[in-house]
């Protein structure tokens, strides 16, 4: 009788909490900060179902506790598969609820074009916000799935995918476009701000041909590219301003800002800061995207910026690139260091704050590490040869999913395994852990299928 007691005493001590987005916060820390009920003592003990989904959910879930889904109150994870379908799943039970089909759905599916964006829940607990590869961002009704108002963001959506998850920060959704694999032009990066009560779209900033403030035809700039399509997509400050990352593009300076970490208005306006690297044209030429991860927040006015070289570049926000503007200039980090695993970073960091110490765990496909921030250094703590996805800290706990089929838990400080949880293989999918469950996508978006699983974990 020990065993259900124990169970029963861990899910009273963790409190339901909403978990309304990719990384939980408008920062994208990846810190849960309340206790789950999962502990290092009872995580090797978890129980999985698999639930079989009619789609792919190559991103992450988020979750909503105790609301109204047709006539009944329930905990639900939210999900959007590969093509658009966007399913509302029972968390105490991994029945479906609800499922809504976008019409562009029949055209769509088994195409190259997808999306891997993680929807974003409304304040308001009523509505959630998601993405699809017809090009268009859609509220949804949380009782029944059904749609309240759709809104196109791009004006070439088999050339413009949207790949990085939602956000939404004083009533604006925020979404980020990029393109498919191969890189096809004409497209170009922008981020596109959504008022969130009526899908009206209030504001565009394009990362090419940047001096244009509305939708453009991609074929009407002299310049292509510039994705912006790291899993985080656009980052919140403090202070309401966004940062972003963009991919091989033209830079110049002036209207083109390809590879390159940037800082926007919080109404996405104006370009107010860059930092570009010295090597940004060898990256451009050589595919080695900066824009693969999103900035990462790390506190005191410092960021984390990777990319698909390999490395880590702390930045200063005040001088991003040694000065207080945006500007033709290149560098300006502070330090730079690899990445665990010396490959491409197409993750996003977390960052944990155990009181005055700021931890930054990041993952690859070859190793995950964690670094302390010391003295405004990063200091490397502790590392392995695990590969990851966004690695996530809740409830004191680090989760980090291998693609290769395994969950993995570890102590944060310290790196030791606390248990590694079955599960299939993936791509860039990655866990919410809330409420006593974890809930963990499977799956591949460019195996392009209309089948995927979604795990659940549970204390017994």
């Not at 993680?118 to 959630?128: H, L």
């Not at 497209?187 to 394009?206: D, F, P």
């Not at 919080?266 to 451009?284: E, F, I």
Request: with cysteine; aromatic share 8%; charged share 20%.
């Amino acid at each position: 009788m020990l065993a259900p007691l124990f169970a029963a005493v861990a899910l009273a001590a963790a409190p339901a909490h909403d978990w309304t987005r990719f990384d939980y916060d408008v920062g994208r820390s990846g810190v849960y900060p309340f206790a789950t009920g999962i502990t290092a003592s009872n995580a090797a003990h978890l129980q999985r179902q698999r639930v079989e989904l009619d789609g792919t959910v190559d991103s992450s879930p988020i979750y909503l506790h105790d609301v109204t889904v047709e006539g009944a109150r329930h905990d639900v994870f939210f999900v959007t598969t590969t093509y658009g379908k966007t399913l509302a799943i029972d968390a105490a039970s991994g029945r479906v609820l609800w499922r809504y089909l976008p019409s562009s759905y029949s055209s769509l599916a088994g195409t190259y074009r997808i999306t891997n964006a993680t929807p974003v829940a409304d304040p308001s607990r009523t509505a959630i916000y998601a993405a699809g590869p017809d090009g268009r961002i859609r509220k949804l009704s949380v009782a029944d799935g059904h749609e309240l108002w759709s809104t196109a963001i791009t004006l070439l959506p088999r050339r413009e995918k949207i790949a990085a998850a939602l956000n939404l920060t004083r009533g604006l959704v925020i979404a980020t476009t990029g393109g498919y694999v191969g890189d096809a032009p004409p497209y170009q990066g922008h981020v596109v701000m959504l008022r969130a009560s009526t899908g009206k779209i209030v504001r565009v900033w394009n990362s090419l041909c940047s001096n244009r403030h509305a939708l453009i035809d991609p074929a009407s700039c002299r310049s292509s590219d510039s994705a912006i399509w790291a899993r985080a997509g656009a980052v919140v400050e403090p202070s309401g301003r966004l940062l972003v990352a963009t991919g091989n593009a033209p830079w110049n300076g002036r209207t083109d800002w390809g590879d390159s970490a940037l800082e926007l208005s919080a109404d996405a306006a104006r370009l107010l800061q860059n930092w570009t690297p010295r090597n940004q044209a060898a990256l451009n030429s050589s595919d080695a995207d900066l824009g693969s991860t999103a900035p990462a927040l790390l506190g005191g006015g410092l960021a984390l910026q990777g990319g698909k070289d390999g490395k880590l570049r702390l930045l200063s926000l005040r001088r991003m690139n040694g000065t207080a503007r945006a500007a033709a200039r290149t560098g300006g980090e502070l330090q730079t260091v690899s990445t665990p695993g010396g490959t491409d970073l197409f993750t996003a960091p977390a960052v944990w704050h155990q009181g005055r110490t700021t931890w930054a765990f990041v993952a690859d496909g070859a190793g995950t590490a964690a670094w302390r921030l010391v003295k405004g250094r990063l200091r490397l703590a502790w590392q392995n040869r695990h590969s990851g996805t966004s690695p996530l800290v809740a409830g004191g706990l680090l989760y980090v999913y291998d693609p290769g089929g395994a969950l993995r838990v570890y102590r944060p400080t310290n790196g030791r395994a606390v248990a590694t949880l079955p599960a299939g293989a993936g791509h860039w999918n990655s866990p919410i852990v809330v409420a006593g469950r974890i809930a963990l996508p499977e799956g591949d978006a460019n195996e392009h299928r209309e089948s995927g699983i979604l795990d659940i974990y549970r204390l017994p």
